[in-house]
């Protein structure tokens, strides 16, 4: 890892010399400050989400995301809603360096389509929700309540859209 947050203390550790300090690692981390700030310490809220936000402070990852997910599916390699849910750092400490890659990669365009799709204020009660609930589907009923009301509802939407955009863009670019 490039940096690390640690969210009683409000502290960022990194080490010197990163080439992609204040454009990746130093925003990244503070934006985790920033949701813990904002969720409080609900164990709740997936660590897909975390992490999702988390990238979407870094340019350069949230310009990748459709991208990056448009690969996941071709290659059958993408997580259910559910799995990705159910993941948490020691979960991704015990798994291969390539799965982990893909956490993040979906992490990020999961967090893509919603704001994207659904705008930040419908994202925003969604994080509030899911902080003052403590359930992922009463929280998604409750930003998302016709296409991503459950897992299973978003999972299907995002994969759908992911299809819908990168046949869009392939087309723009004949």
């Not at 400050?33 to 609900?42: A, H, K, P, Q, T």
């Not at 990238?55 to 997580?79: C, F, H, K, N, T």
């Not at 902080?131 to 759908?160: F, G, H, K, V």
Request: with cysteine; net charge negative; glycine share 6%.
């Amino acid at each position: 890892s490039a940096g690390a947050a640690n969210y009683q203390a409000k502290e960022i550790y990194s080490y010197g010399g990163q080439e992609d300090f204040l454009d990746g690692t130093l925003p990244h981390e503070i934006m985790h400050l920033i949701f813990m700030e904002f969720v409080g310490d609900s164990s709740q809220v997936p660590l897909w989400l975390h992490e999702g936000i988390a990238q979407w402070a870094e340019p350069a990852r949230r310009a990748q995301a459709l991208q990056y997910s448009r690969v996941l599916l071709d290659r059958g390699l993408a997580y259910s809603i559910r799995d990705l849910a159910s993941m948490t750092s020691q979960t991704l400490q015990a798994t291969p360096k390539e799965q982990v890659s893909v956490f993040y990669m979906q992490s990020i365009s999961l967090l893509e389509f919603l704001i994207r799709s659904y705008g930040s204020g419908a994202f925003t009660t969604f994080c509030r929700a899911l902080r003052d609930t403590q359930d992922m589907d009463r929280s998604l009923r409750a930003a998302y309540p016709i296409t991503a009301a459950t897992m299973d509802n978003l999972d299907e939407t995002w994969r759908r859209y992911v299809q819908y955009v990168s046949q869009q863009q392939g087309a723009q670019s004949l």
